[in-house]
C-alpha cells in the first residue's frame, strides 16, 4: 500500500503546454511540480464524472491484476490529506497496461507530480483525460511513446515509499491534477478494476470487439471480425444470449462472457483460437491470428499467465479469458 501517493484540497496549476494532448511534453512541464505539494481529490467530480461516461465502447482496459489491499482506495486518509488513486496489489514484476491509447507524457520519478513517490508513468489520453501508474519496477515504454489500450507499459513493483509491491493507479479528468475515483470511472466504461469481466456495449470498436465476433463466428454467426460492434453483429449476440437464457440486451458483459468462450489449449484450431490470438495481441504478444493452436501461441499463452500470475499451464480456460478481455 502507498505510504504516501496523498493529496489535498486545491488543485496544483499544470502548465498549459502539458494540457494540451497532442503537443509533446515540454522541459516546462517535465519540471513542473517536482517534490512534493497539493493536487485535487475530488470525490464529487468523480462520481459525476462516471456518471456522464456511460458508453462501454471498448476503448478501456484493465491497468494491472491483483488484489484491492486494505487502505488503499481512492479517498483514503493519508496524514491529513487523501489518497489519490487505487492500489492493486500483487508480485514484483506483475505487468501493468495502458488502461486507454495515448501518449506517454510523464515518465520519472513521482510521474512529476506533488506528493507521490516511486518510478511513474503519465498518460494523456486526449479530452482533458490522464492516467497515472505509480511504484513500478520497470519501464517498458518511453517519454512521448503512442501507445494502445491495453499495451504493457511497465512492471509493477514497489519503488518509493510503500508498505509493499503494488500498482498506484490514478485516474484525472478535466486536467491533469484533478483526480477522479478510478473504480467508478473505469467501471462507467466497462472495465472492473477489481479484475472481473469487462462490459462491452453497442457502438464499441476495437480489440475487444474483434475477440467477440471470432468468437461469434465459432458459434455459427459468420461475422466479419472488423472490429465495429454494429447492428449485424449486435443482433448476432441478441440471438446467442436468447439461446443461452440471458437478458437479449447486446452488452457482452459479465453473464454473456463466460456463456461466450471457451477453455483452449495446444491443438485446437478455428474462429475461438483466432479470438484468443486477438486478445493476446492487445495485450503485446504479436501473434499472427491464423486460428492455430500451436506452440507459439501455447508460449504467449504461458507468458500472459506467467507475467500476470496466473497458473502458467499454457491453457486459456475462464480465468485467462477474463484477464484478457478485462
Given at each position: 500500500?502507498?505510504?504516501?501517493?496523498?493529496?489535498a484540497?486545491?488543485?496544483t496549476?499544470?502548465?498549459?503546454?502539458?494540457?494540451?494532448?497532442?503537443?509533446?511534453?515540454s522541459?516546462r512541464?517535465l519540471?513542473?511540480?517536482?517534490g512534493l505539494g497539493?493536487?485535487?481529490?475530488?470525490?464529487?467530480?468523480?462520481?459525476?464524472?462516471?456518471?456522464?461516461?456511460?458508453?462501454?465502447?471498448?476503448?478501456?482496459?484493465?491497468?494491472?491484476?491483483?488484489?484491492?489491499?486494505?487502505?488503499g482506495?481512492?479517498?483514503?486518509?493519508?496524514?491529513?490529506?487523501?489518497?489519490?488513486?487505487?492500489?492493486?496489489?500483487?508480485s514484483?514484476?506483475?505487468?501493468?497496461?495502458?488502461?486507454?491509447?495515448?501518449?506517454?507524457v510523464?515518465?520519472?520519478?513521482?510521474?512529476?507530480?506533488?506528493?507521490?513517490t516511486?518510478?511513474?508513468?503519465?498518460?494523456?489520453h486526449?479530452n482533458?483525460?490522464?492516467?497515472?501508474?505509480?511504484?513500478?519496477?520497470?519501464y517498458?515504454?518511453?517519454?512521448?511513446?503512442?501507445?494502445?489500450?491495453?499495451?504493457?507499459?511497465?512492471?509493477?513493483?514497489?519503488?518509493?515509499?510503500v508498505?509493499?509491491?503494488?500498482?498506484?493507479?490514478?485516474?484525472?479528468?478535466?486536467?491533469?491534477?484533478?483526480?477522479?475515483?478510478?473504480?467508478s470511472f473505469?467501471?462507467?466504461?466497462g472495465v472492473?478494476l477489481?479484475?472481473?469481466?469487462s462490459?462491452?456495449?453497442?457502438?464499441?470498436?476495437?480489440?475487444?470487439?474483434?475477440?467477440?465476433?471470432h468468437?461469434?463466428?465459432?458459434?455459427?454467426h459468420?461475422?466479419?471480425?472488423?472490429?465495429?460492434y454494429?447492428?449485424?453483429?449486435?443482433?448476432?449476440?441478441k440471438?446467442?444470449?436468447?439461446?443461452?437464457?440471458?437478458?437479449?440486451?447486446?452488452?457482452?458483459?459479465?453473464?454473456?462472457?463466460?456463456?461466450?468462450?471457451?477453455?483452449l489449449r495446444?491443438?485446437?484450431s478455428g474462429s475461438?483460437?483466432?479470438?484468443?490470438?486477438?486478445a493476446?495481441?492487445?495485450?503485446?504478444a504479436?501473434?499472427?491470428?491464423?486460428?492455430?493452436?500451436?506452440?507459439?501461441?501455447?508460449?504467449?499463452?504461458?507468458?500472459?499467465?506467467?507475467?500476470?500470475?496466473l497458473?502458467a499451464?499454457g491453457?486459456?480456460?475462464?480465468?485467462t479469458?477474463?484477464?484478457?478481455?478485462?
Amino acid at each position: 500500500m502507498c505510504r504516501s501517493c496523498a493529496t489535498a484540497a486545491e488543485p496544483t496549476e499544470i502548465p498549459a503546454d502539458l494540457e494540451r494532448p497532442d503537443h509533446g511534453l515540454s522541459r516546462r512541464g517535465l519540471l513542473a511540480g517536482l517534490g512534493l505539494g497539493v493536487l485535487a481529490v475530488n470525490l464529487s467530480v468523480g462520481t459525476s464524472t462516471a456518471a456522464a461516461a456511460t458508453a462501454k465502447n471498448g476503448a478501456w482496459a484493465d491497468p494491472a491484476l491483483g488484489r484491492f489491499p486494505a487502505g488503499g482506495h481512492y479517498g483514503a486518509p493519508r496524514g491529513g490529506a487523501s489518497h489519490a488513486g487505487q492500489d492493486v496489489s500483487n508480485s514484483v514484476g506483475t505487468a501493468v497496461y495502458a488502461a486507454a491509447g495515448g501518449t506517454v507524457v510523464r515518465r520519472s520519478w513521482g510521474g512529476g507530480l506533488p506528493g507521490r513517490t516511486g518510478n511513474a508513468l503519465v498518460i494523456s489520453h486526449g479530452n482533458n483525460q490522464y492516467t497515472y501508474y505509480g511504484h513500478l519496477n520497470a519501464y517498458r515504454v518511453g517519454l512521448n511513446a503512442k501507445v494502445s489500450a491495453g499495451q504493457r507499459i511497465a512492471d509493477m513493483g514497489a519503488t518509493g515509499n510503500v508498505t509493499g509491491p503494488h500498482l498506484h493507479f490514478e485516474t484525472h479528468s478535466g486536467r491533469l491534477g484533478t483526480t477522479v475515483n478510478p473504480v467508478s470511472f473505469l467501471a462507467a466504461r466497462g472495465v472492473d478494476l477489481s479484475g472481473g469481466w469487462s462490459r462491452t456495449d453497442p457502438g464499441a470498436s476495437g480489440a475487444t470487439v474483434v475477440v467477440i465476433q471470432h468468437l461469434m463466428s465459432r458459434r455459427g454467426h459468420g461475422l466479419a471480425a472488423d472490429g465495429q460492434y454494429g447492428s449485424v453483429s449486435v443482433e448476432a449476440v441478441k440471438r446467442f444470449q436468447r439461446s443461452k437464457g440471458l437478458v437479449a440486451d447486446g452488452q457482452v458483459g459479465p453473464a454473456t462472457w463466460p456463456a461466450l468462450v471457451y477453455t483452449l489449449r495446444q491443438g485446437a484450431s478455428g474462429s475461438h483460437v483466432r479470438a484468443l490470438q486477438a486478445a493476446l495481441n492487445k495485450r503485446s504478444a504479436r501473434l499472427a491470428v491464423d486460428g492455430g493452436f500451436g506452440s507459439v501461441t501455447t508460449g504467449a499463452v504461458r507468458d500472459y499467465q506467467s507475467v500476470n500470475r496466473l497458473v502458467a499451464d499454457g491453457e486459456a480456460g475462464p480465468v485467462t479469458w477474463r484477464a484478457l478481455t478485462g
